[in-house]
């Protein structure tokens, strides 16, 4: 075929296969879609492999979430601390009454029976303690199923006790402000120096002047109400001659002081833990098509952290969404059980301020605010009930002033800094408090103790506030 010029031109329709000299065909060229997309692919392989190889360089690697078996060393602990202190007091118990039976001539088989009691309660004890927990360990957190965020190296005393070792005759030139307290006294979150007490160890003594020392010895085991910690603690506390003594507690721990609402509310932190297992389990498991890639693991981890902390953004994967428990503690109208923890606590205060009566100890209760119920996705309130976050300050108020105890409350200082800096005294994840919470309380209680104890644990008051350390 020949155009108007007379040229020949091809006859083959453009697009199609070209016939070739022996007999064959040649494909034209692929479509501009087809190109795009081959180079699209490229791109996209080739930015996986850059990614997998940069993560992997960098080392970055989102923390897993914590599983229950790292959570195992907590709960061993304190099953082990109420363990060691039953078998002791059994011992105690064993050792006097085989005494008073020696000296009260009582008859040959009472005293065999009490020696044999005698016998099994130091073989009881003997086994307790040869089977142990390790007192160092590395901290990891309270809360399956949340990611990681610190592994804290922790050494606890012979007590069991996250502090020193004190001297039960006080030397002449030592006062002392015992604190008696939960997890946020414990602290294992934190350096042992940026806990609120030994901040305050350091700051009074700072003000007590030359020659003079003041210590913060403090009893606290994680989750422990008032009448446990009355139980295991005071007695020891008591031993050690405060010129004050504190009481340093969260509300969420009203329901410790009645029984049957606190083995009710250990079930339902039970079922919240493993909701929140098992659903960041899911995300991370949805998200992880590749197991052995680096890249794929950091960003199912990092799918699994944005979801804890945006449970309230989600539908629940298994349409189940549990009140966290502690946020019945600011309920109306209250429940039955609750009222119950209510006057165990009021009835626990007042042991504590008949006894520091009696020794005339100053009782000092300080209120910490519980912010894993007001800010937790789980703070909704059963239909029909109402939330008053401002009840468990304005309770305890009232029954401190019935038992002629002091009282203050930290809800408003870390109200105040909240609203300034925001809520960086807290870790992400974790509820408690990291170092700055830490030296927010210790200024707190320090300003407060100041103005009202400065006798007692023979400070200067007209000195300033000192900061010992920095905020980190």
């Not at 006790?161 to 001297?167: E, I, M, N, P, W």
């Not at 979150?189 to 030359?210: C, I, N, S, W």
Request: hydrophobic share 40%.
């Amino acid at each position: 075929m020949s155009d108007d010029n007379g040229a020949e031109t091809s006859s083959v329709p453009t697009g199609e296969a070209t016939p070739h000299p022996d007999g064959g065909s040649q494909a034209g060229p692929p479509s501009r879609a087809w190109r795009i997309a081959k180079r699209s692919l490229l791109a996209v392989v080739l930015l996986l492999v850059v990614g997998e190889i940069a993560v992997r360089v960098l080392g970055l690697d989102p923390p897993p979430v914590l599983t229950v078996a790292e959570r195992d060393n907590y709960v061993g602990i304190r099953d082990h601390l109420k363990w060691q202190y039953e078998l002791e007091a059994r011992l105690d118990f064993a050792t006097s009454k085989r005494s008073q039976l020696v000296e009260a001539k009582a008859k040959p088989e009472e005293i065999a029976k009490a020696k044999q009691d005698l016998a099994k309660a130091e073989e009881d004890l003997s086994t307790c303690l040869a089977n142990a927990p390790n007192r160092k360990f590395s901290f990891r957190g309270y809360w399956p199923g949340v990611p990681v965020e610190f592994a804290q190296d922790v050494e606890l005393n012979e007590l069991w006790l996250r502090d020193y070792t004190y001297d039960p005759n006080k030397p002449g030139d030592v006062r002392r402000l015992v604190i008696l307290g939960d997890s946020y006294t414990s602290a294992w979150e934190v350096d042992f120096d940026e806990m609120y007490h030994k901040r305050l160890a350091h700051e009074l003594t700072a003000q007590a002047g030359p020659g003079r020392k003041i210590e913060v010895p403090a009893f606290s085991v994680p989750a422990m109400g008032l009448g446990e910690l009355k139980k295991w603690f005071l007695h020891r506390a008591l031993a050690l001659q405060p010129d004050v003594l504190a009481l340093v507690i969260s509300p969420a721990l009203v329901s410790e002081n009645y029984g049957p609402l606190c083995q009710k509310l250990e079930l339902k932190f039970g079922k919240l833990l493993k909701y929140f297992i098992a659903n960041t389990r899911k995300v991370e498991k949805k998200w992880l098509v590749v197991p052995f890639s680096a890249l794929n693991r950091y960003v199912a981890r990092l799918a699994a952290g944005f979801y804890i902390m945006h449970l309230d953004w989600f539908e629940d994967l298994e349409a189940f969404h549990p009140v966290n428990p502690t946020v019945s503690t600011y309920i109306e109208p209250e429940p039955p059980d609750w009222q119950k923890a209510w006057e165990g606590t009021k009835a626990a205060l007042a042991e504590y301020g008949d006894l520091c009566r009696e020794r005339n100890i100053p009782l000092l209760v300080v209120l910490m605010p519980t912010e894993v119920a007001i800010d937790s996705a789980f703070a909704q309130p059963p239909e029909g009930s109402t939330v008053d976050w401002t009840k468990a300050d304005r309770r305890f108020a009232e029954m401190c002033k019935e038992i002629g105890a002091d009282f203050m409350t930290l809800t408003p200082t870390f109200d105040a800094y909240r609203a300034k800096h925001g809520k960086d005294y807290q870790f992400d994840w974790d509820i408690h408090w990291n170092a700055k919470g830490h030296e927010i309380a210790a200024r707190a209680i320090m300003e407060y103790v100041r103005a009202n104890y400065a006798r007692q644990l023979g400070l200067a008051s007209s000195s300033p506030t000192t900061t010992s350390r920095p905020v980190r």
